[in-house]
């Protein structure tokens, strides 16, 4: 599916959003929530870029600050467990850069979290490109000053719920409570700070490929499951009571199963999100004005995303992570024909070691004036017996 994830995406789409809602394997959740969130696309187009943040020194002011969120992060996790571990290290990285990337936008406490559930499925450079599309494309506004973004789905979220549950919207409004006070850590955190681990992963897996409406469909079960009925409310009849019970949520209503599959079958769409969102909007104009935050448009999940900013084949080609040379193969051809032409230069010295010079052959056909060039190696010896040897020759 990844080889060719423009494909599937432009044609099958439902079948990748299907695969989403049965759950991602772990072992390619980390790969898959690079692809649907573009993030893979982003770091493709941008070469060197987190290196180059990662290398520079970051704002004194936001880097105290992360320093002192680092530890808060899964403190009972291993990755993150020892104070200055490589956990805490690429956590640091990450936010760093994205006050880098991002500084009129800054640090905000919430991403911690966001970033460190990354780095547990991915390297520091994935999570940095994923973290900045959900900042950017999933949940635009959301960390900015103010917290507008977010106040508005708030009360996006409180008129949805008037349509799921009106018991526990009527019981809501009966003691305003706002929506800011239960659900800003519901979503800006993307529910990793209030879930399960496992409901956690099978959120965040519906959650980048279909967009924002999967946060909403989660906070409106869990309203609707705590509050949704007259037996229930018997135990919160007040403002306190109320707001206790939904720090508190009942297991049974986090359970995976059990939340999974009343979100796929819970229908509110992104069109009913965005309907919402014109009205809310329009209100909060005639009451407070315009916006003061300016974010970009939401991208509803990985194909709005893709769509609005086609990929190239280039951008989606896989990469391995990981080389393994044998050792038992030579590394290059040169280094081969080098050493066989040494053996054989070897070989060649040891036989020219071995063989003795051949002898002189001496011609028989020589003329007698001529001495024989075996006489020529002789040299004349004459006998302590004779003198006179020297001076005759006693063969004549």
Same mark, same amino acid.
């Given at each position: 599916?990844?080889?060719?994830?423009?494909?599937?995406?432009?044609?099958?789409?439902?079948?990748?959003?299907?695969?989403?809602?049965?759950?991602?394997?772990?072992?390619?959740?980390?790969?898959?929530?690079?692809?649907?969130?573009?993030?893979?696309?982003?770091?493709?187009?941008?070469?060197?870029?987190?290196?180059?943040?990662?290398?520079?020194?970051?704002?004194?002011?936001?880097?105290?600050?992360?320093?002192?969120?680092?530890?808060?992060?899964?403190?009972?996790?291993?990755?993150?467990?020892?104070?200055?571990?490589?956990?805490?290290?690429?956590?640091?990285?990450?936010?760093?850069?994205?006050?880098?990337?991002?500084?009129?936008?800054?640090?905000?406490?919430?991403?911690?979290?966001?970033?460190?559930?990354?780095?547990?499925?991915?390297?520091?450079?994935?999570?940095?490109?994923?973290?900045?599309?959900?900042?950017?494309?999933?949940?635009?506004?959301?960390?900015?000053?103010?917290?507008?973004?977010?106040?508005?789905?708030?009360?996006?979220?409180?008129?949805?719920?008037?349509?799921?549950?009106?018991?526990?919207?009527?019981?809501?409004?009966?003691?305003?409570?706002?929506?800011?006070?239960?659900?800003?850590?519901?979503?800006?955190?993307?529910?990793?700070?209030?879930?399960?681990?496992?409901?956690?992963?099978?959120?965040?897996?519906?959650?980048?490929?279909?967009?924002?409406?999967?946060?909403?469909?989660?906070?409106?079960?869990?309203?609707?499951?705590?509050?949704?009925?007259?037996?229930?409310?018997?135990?919160?009849?007040?403002?306190?009571?109320?707001?206790?019970?939904?720090?508190?949520?009942?297991?049974?209503?986090?359970?995976?199963?059990?939340?999974?599959?009343?979100?796929?079958?819970?229908?509110?769409?992104?069109?009913?999100?965005?309907?919402?969102?014109?009205?809310?909007?329009?209100?909060?104009?005639?009451?407070?004005?315009?916006?003061?935050?300016?974010?970009?448009?939401?991208?509803?999940?990985?194909?709005?995303?893709?769509?609005?900013?086609?990929?190239?084949?280039?951008?989606?080609?896989?990469?391995?992570?990981?080389?393994?040379? *044998?050792?038992?193969?030579?590394?290059?051809?040169?280094?081969?024909?080098?050493?066989?032409?040494?053996?054989?230069?070897?070989?060649?010295?040891?036989?020219?070691?071995?063989?003795?010079?051949?002898?002189?052959?001496?011609?028989?056909?020589?003329?007698?004036?001529?001495?024989?060039?075996?006489?020529?190696?002789?040299?004349?010896?004459?006998?302590?017996?004779?003198?006179? *040897?020297?001076?005759?020759?006693?063969?004549?």
């Amino acid at each position: 599916m990844l080889n060719s994830w423009d494909k599937w995406m432009a044609k099958k789409h439902r079948k990748v959003r299907e695969r989403c809602q049965k759950g991602i394997p772990p072992s390619l959740r980390g790969r898959a929530w690079l692809y649907l969130s573009g993030g893979k696309v982003r770091r493709e187009q941008n070469q060197g870029k987190f290196q180059e943040l990662d290398d520079q020194p970051g704002d004194p002011k936001w880097v105290d600050i992360i320093e002192r969120d680092l530890h808060r992060q899964f403190p009972f996790h291993e990755m993150f467990a020892a104070r200055g571990g490589h956990g805490q290290q690429d956590l640091f990285r990450v936010l760093k850069a994205y006050t880098l990337h991002r500084p009129e936008e800054g640090y905000c406490q919430a991403q911690a979290p966001i970033a460190a559930v990354l780095l547990m499925h991915m390297p520091a450079e994935d999570a940095f490109w994923v973290l900045v599309q959900i900042c950017e494309k999933y949940l635009p506004g959301y960390y900015s000053t103010g917290l507008e973004a977010i106040q508005l789905d708030g009360e996006i979220l409180y008129a949805l719920l008037r349509r799921v549950s009106p018991v526990a919207h009527r019981h809501l409004k009966k003691h305003k409570l706002e929506p800011i006070l239960y659900m800003t850590e519901w979503f800006m955190c993307a529910f990793s700070r209030t879930l399960p681990w496992a409901s956690v992963l099978r959120v965040w897996d519906m959650f980048l490929c279909e967009g924002v409406k999967i946060l909403f469909r989660v906070g409106l079960v869990l309203l609707k499951s705590m509050l949704g009925s007259q037996e229930k409310l018997k135990t919160c009849q007040g403002l306190y009571e109320t707001m206790e019970l939904l720090r508190a949520i009942q297991p049974q209503y986090m359970q995976e199963s059990f939340l999974v599959h009343e979100v796929i079958v819970l229908e509110v769409s992104e069109k009913d999100i965005e309907k919402e969102h014109h009205a809310q909007l329009k209100r909060w104009k005639e009451s407070r004005g315009d916006l003061n935050c300016k974010s970009p448009p939401r991208m509803h999940g990985a194909k709005a995303i893709m769509t609005a900013d086609p990929p190239s084949r280039q951008d989606l080609r896989q990469r391995p992570t990981i080389i393994v040379e *044998s050792p038992l193969t030579p590394k290059t051809d040169e280094v081969r024909v080098g050493d066989t032409m040494g053996t054989r230069e070897t070989k060649e010295d040891k036989e020219k070691k071995t063989i003795l010079p051949s002898p002189e052959i001496v011609n028989p056909y020589l003329p007698p004036s001529e001495p024989s060039p075996l006489l020529n190696h002789v040299t004349p010896q004459g006998s302590k017996e004779s003198l006179s *040897s020297a001076e005759h020759d006693t063969y004549l």
